[in-house]
Structures are given as C-alpha cells and as structure tokens.
C-alpha cells in the first residue's frame, strides 16, 4: 500500500495523550492514527451498505400473509 505524509494541525493537549496512548499499546503514533481512521472508515462503509440493504429490502416489501387485504378494522383491534 502506498503511503502518503500529511501534516496534522491537533491540539497540544490531544497530541500529548494520543503519544502516550500510543507509547501505552507499543505502537507508534503514526500507527495508532492510522488504525483508528481505517476504523472509522469500515464503521461507515459497514453502515452504508447495511443501510442500502435495508432500504431495498422496505422497497421491495414483506408478505405478511394478508394479500394485500385488511381483515379488521382499526377500531375492532383497538377494543378493549
């Protein structure tokens, strides 16, 4: 894989635990930038696709066994 150097504008606080939580996992921080962005890039490629799966599923629709037909009316199922 080809790798591109990018420079990074982050908050001196933030840098600073993002080192030691990278000093913690024996990983440099480069490393540690790198496997938290391919992450969040599987998280949102992962919804997309289940999203798309979900809505083609609702377009095409259920067959609930009705054939097209309601049986009772609205108040017959609410009586109490």
């Not at 420079?7 to 024996?26: P, R």
């Amino acid at each position: 894989m080809e790798r591109q150097n990018v420079t990074l504008s982050i908050d001196k606080s933030l840098l600073k635990k993002a080192k030691m939580i990278a000093v913690s996992e024996d990983k440099s921080l480069s490393e540690l930038l790198r496997e938290s962005l391919e992450s969040r890039i599987r998280e949102a490629t992962g919804y997309k696709k289940a999203q798309a799966r979900q809505l083609r599923a609702l377009k095409k629709g259920y067959n609930l066994g009705t054939k097209g037909k309601i049986a009772v009316s609205r108040e017959e199922i609410h009586e109490r």
